[in-house]
């Protein structure tokens, strides 16, 4: 059984990331935690009570003490957790957040501090934790928008941290800007949303993203070393089977690397790539 709630927090705490590593845990959705060179960042961190739920948060947001940064792709409410980011922020209040400039606002009405807060600028690199380079990425979700001085409104998020380069897609579809400027680098480790999008959901308001066969075709070409599927498993209207992602990737590129993470597993990715430059 995979760790929960406090146990989990000390898991993180307490797991050593040797260079060329890091250690991913996934909470379902789009949110994850990365661990390298003692930095602890959380992605999109949903972790709210919701009774549309399919399995509650592996950690309430009282539990949570480790955040060192806090990265937001978008303010949809599985991304932009109104009720858990206040708490987040009074528990770890050396936290640097950083988010699409239209959700600053949004983020000070939540309590946070200005000075914790950073715009996230695509073509821009920021230093929030020793160690740790970030570089937004404009992204789509279902339409490239932007607000009044240009800036998108959807981001993902390239870290470098430890000898390893991350890709956290946040929510979008593919379109030729977003596959030039992530594919022109070389990254290790990318993660995609894989749920999709149809009528019937956009009949319901549901704005969805890249399908499974999108993800998997722009893994392989793009050259990602490994990549691993989310945004499949937390509401049961907006869903997808992860095993046609594997199966996908199985029949056509079957020298893509994949990782299926379980729910709160921790999974520990090593960049051959890392090695071979520290040689």
């Known amino acids: 059984m995979p760790l929960a709630g406090q146990e989990l927090i000390e898991e993180i705490r307490s797991t050593e990331v040797p260079y060329g590593c890091l250690a991913v845990w996934f909470l379902g959705q789009a949110s994850v935690i990365v ?25 309430q947001p009282e539990e949570i003490t480790n955040m060192e940064v806090c990265l937001i792709t978008h303010d949809h ?60 990425v404009a992204a789509a979700h279902e339409q490239l928008e932007r607000d009044e001085q240009g800036h998108p409104k959807y981001v993902g998020y390239i870290l470098e941290l430890n000898g390893v380069t ?66 499949y498993d937390l509401f049961a209207g907006n869903a997808e089977n992860p095993g046609y992602f594997v199966d996908y990737l199985y029949r056509h590129f079957p020298e893509q690397k994949f990782h299926m993470m379980a729910r709160a597993e921790r999974f520990v990715y090593v960049s051959a790539q890392a090695f071979k430059r520290e040689r």
Do not use: W
């Open 35 to 59: 661990k390298g060179a003692e930095v602890t960042v959380y992605i999109d961190p949903y972790v709210s009570p919701n009774p549309d739920r399919t399995f509650p948060p592996p950690a």
């Open 77 to 136: 409410s599985d991304h932009l957790d109104e009720e858990a980011l206040p708490v987040l922020a009074g528990l770890n209040p050396q936290a640097q957040f950083m988010a699409p400039a239209v959700c600053l606002e949004r983020l000070e009405a939540l309590g946070i501090r200005k000075e914790q807060l950073t715009a996230a600028l695509p073509a821009s690199e920021t230093e929030p934790a020793s160690g740790l380079k970030v570089i937004p």
């Open 166 to 231: 991350l890709y956290h897609a946040g929510d979008t579809v593919l379109f030729p800007e977003l596959i030039e400027e992530v594919g022109s680098r070389k990254i290790d480790l990318a993660l995609l949303p894989i749920n999709g999008r149809d009528y019937y959901r956009g009949s319901r308001n549901i704005v969805g993203n890249m399908n499974y066969r999108e993800a998997a075709e722009f893994a392989a070409t793009s050259g990602f070393e490994t990549v691993v599927p989310l945004h």
